[in-house]
């Protein structure tokens, strides 16, 4: 049986992801399709399934009982090198990277555990996530989403153009090179948990993780830190680069005191194996070959991004929606991504 994968994007918003399976329906059966992404290859991603329903100490937790808040970052040092420019202010960072990298992440950190070992059914899983995202109007989505576009700045001491004076790039460009989400779902299992997401080009450093943040303690036993605050335990999982996972919990100063200090396990799958993962997209082609489609996403699962993407899209083209805030080149972003996490015990993670 022919085989076809298909690299996203998948379309561009919700009626094209429509017509594009209907083309390809029309042609192929489902089951001969493989939309690829590659984040879904790599070794850490395909580890928070492992870490989830492979240990008992963490399952029990996973729950708005005990988590206070996930945080998903992807951010890239790149901008438009190599002419990337004219391609990149047709689609932006929302459809680049939150439509299916993102989105992904959010739902194997989110979703329900499969009911039979080999994971085929995540696909369905993964869809109910989607499926709980909000429904959002256009004043949800100025309240919940942050965009910005980068100028110019220095990246690790080399001077960088703004994203307007990229080549290729319209001078009066509108296109985001970077989102800021804070989202819930409407589920038992997340319901009053907020998830916040942002990617972004031209940030500091290259890297992905998703920290899983615990609640405080709910008693103060011991003396204050200097910051004057309590800790929260903290799960988090690096996708890129230095694959691996860190969890940070409280541990008392030698002393006297009753002080605590945070302190930090990690895993790293380069120390651990000593041997290096394999690339995620020979991974995935593997798969292909084998006929397995774990790793790829459906046509239910696609639309189903799509439909929260495109009330986000649609939301930028009314009138009276904000233009894109600037943020300075070799920064961590536009200050107005903070206010979206104020208040929530929660603070953006300097990686």
């Not at 799960?235 to 008392?252: M, W, Y």
């Amino acid at each position: 049986m022919s085989r076809v994968v298909i690299e996203k994007p998948f379309g561009r918003d919700l009626d094209s992801a429509r017509s594009l399976n209907r083309d390809v329906s029309a042609v192929l059966d489902e089951s001969q399709v493989y939309r690829i992404d590659h984040y879904l290859g790599k070794e850490t991603v395909q580890n928070i399934l492992a870490l989830r329903f492979g240990n008992s100490i963490f399952e029990p937790v996973w729950n708005r009982r005990h988590v206070n808040s996930v945080q998903v970052t992807v951010a890239e040092e790149v901008g438009m090198a190599g002419g990337r420019g004219a391609y990149y202010d047709t689609a932006g960072t929302l459809r680049d990277m939150v439509q299916n990298h993102m989105m992904q992440l959010l739902c194997l950190v989110a979703m329900e555990p499969p009911s039979i070992s080999r994971l085929t059914r995540c696909g369905t899983k993964k869809v109910k996530v989607l499926q709980a995202l909000p429904r959002w109007q256009a004043g949800d989505v100025f309240r919940n989403v942050v965009r910005g576009q980068y100028t110019a700045g220095s990246i690790q001491g080399t001077d960088v153009l703004g994203y307007r004076e990229e080549k290729g790039v319209a001078p009066d460009s509108k296109t985001d090179t970077y989102v800021a989400i804070r989202l819930e779902l409407n589920t038992w299992r997340w319901a009053g948990v907020p998830f916040f997401l942002r990617t972004g080009k031209r940030l500091p450093k290259r890297a992905t993780e998703i920290a899983i943040q615990f609640h405080r303690p709910p008693t103060e036993l011991f003396e204050p830190q200097l910051d004057g605050q309590s800790g929260a335990n903290q799960l988090v999982l690096r996708i890129q680069p230095n694959e691996g996972a860190s969890l940070t919990f409280e541990a008392k100063i030698p002393g006297s005191r009753r002080r605590l200090q945070e302190v930090r396990m990690d895993f790293r799958y380069g120390t651990a194996f000593a041997i290096p993962p394999p690339e995620a997209y020979e991974r995935l082609l593997l798969d292909v070959m084998l006929g397995d489609p774990t790793l790829y996403t459906r046509t239910d699962e696609v639309q189903s991004a799509w439909r929260f993407i495109t009330a986000i899209l649609g939301a930028w083209q009314q009138p009276d929606a904000p233009s894109p805030v600037t943020y300075v080149a070799g920064s961590w972003g536009p200050e107005a991504a903070d206010a979206l996490i104020t208040g929530t015990g929660a603070r953006w993670r300097r990686l």
